[in-house]
């Protein structure tokens, strides 16, 4: 499959996280707009399988093809650059910022839920024939998968709001070892392979997404969910992206980056 070591990737990694950041807003919030787009509509195609199959199990093997689209055709979602881009800051790339980190990250998670929502509107849409029905079982699913996923971790106060950081942190370490998958080899079947493996994961284990929220959870409210915005951003998107952040970078970028570029010395024998 062509692999590619570590060490040569893990430099990628750094050298894409720089780019990102030097991107010009056009370029970050198409690519973020398309990245959201694409994986709403995988989101969508896999509770949907999960539906008419009654197995979690095939709707989750099956999810992956968004995010291996998306990759490869070079467009970005929220949770990768939070792994990629602090690597050029401790990299010591020239000209490299916090500010300019957090400029890329509020484009790409504005560019993402843009995405993401148009498809929310356009996926409510098909499922009541333009609001005139009642939406079908895919719909209802959707539905209660938002109430669920904010009301049902509000019960619990600060223990759910810690439960919802610890699946985001999970969500992203698999998530972001997908990202990386996308870098570890030169052939198309070497990515798709080592992409699809850790996302098939995470979306079976149930694991929090910021990006896949930011469809599942406007999409319930458009039709007819039992839940506020506020509902969502406090009981969902904010831990889930703060949780996607930490998880990401500490057990993915750093961990590589530390290893494979900051290699310590060889112990000496003697």
């Known amino acids: 499959m062509s692999y590619i070591i570590p060490s040569e990737f893990v430099t990628k990694m750094v050298d894409a996280g720089e780019s990102k950041i030097f991107m010009s807003t056009r370029d970050t919030l198409i690519r973020a707009f398309m990245a959201g787009a694409i994986l709403a509509l995988a989101a969508v195609f896999a509770v949907a399988v999960t539906v008419q199959t009654g197995s979690p199990l095939v709707g989750a093997m099956l999810f992956p093809v968004g995010f291996v689209m998306l990759y490869l055709m070079g467009f ?21 910022t916090v500010g300019g980190i957090l400029r890329n990250w509020g484009w790409v998670f504005l560019g993402n839920f843009g995405g993401a929502l148009v498809v929310a509107f356009m996926m409510a849409f098909v499922f009541t024939m333009g609001f005139s029905t009642e939406p079908g079982p895919i719909g209802e699913k959707i539905s209660h998968i938002g109430e669920d996923r904010t009301l049902g971790y509000a019960e619990f106060g600060a223990a759910g709001w810690a439960t919802i950081f610890l699946r985001g942190m999970l969500c992203n ?3 972001s070892m997908g990202v990386v998958g996308a870098m570890i080899s030169t052939s198309v079947s ?5 992409m699809w493996m850790p996302i098939m994961l995470f979306f079976f284990m149930g694991f929090e997404h910021s990006v896949v929220n930011m469809f599942l959870f406007p999409s319930a409210m458009i039709m007819g969910g039992d839940f506020s915005v506020m509902d969502y951003m406090v009981w969902n998107e904010i831990p889930t992206a703060l949780g996607n952040l930490v998880g990401g970078l500490a057990f993915t970028g750093l961990t590589l980056y530390t290893t494979h570029v900051r290699t310590a010395p060889k112990r000496s024998v003697y």
């Open 76 to 96: 970005d979602l929220l949770t990768g650059v939070f792994m990629l881009t602090p690597l050029a800051l401790l990299d010591r790339r020239p000209g490299v």
């Open 173 to 175: 370490w698999m998530v």
């Open 190 to 194: 070497g990515k798709v392979i080592a």
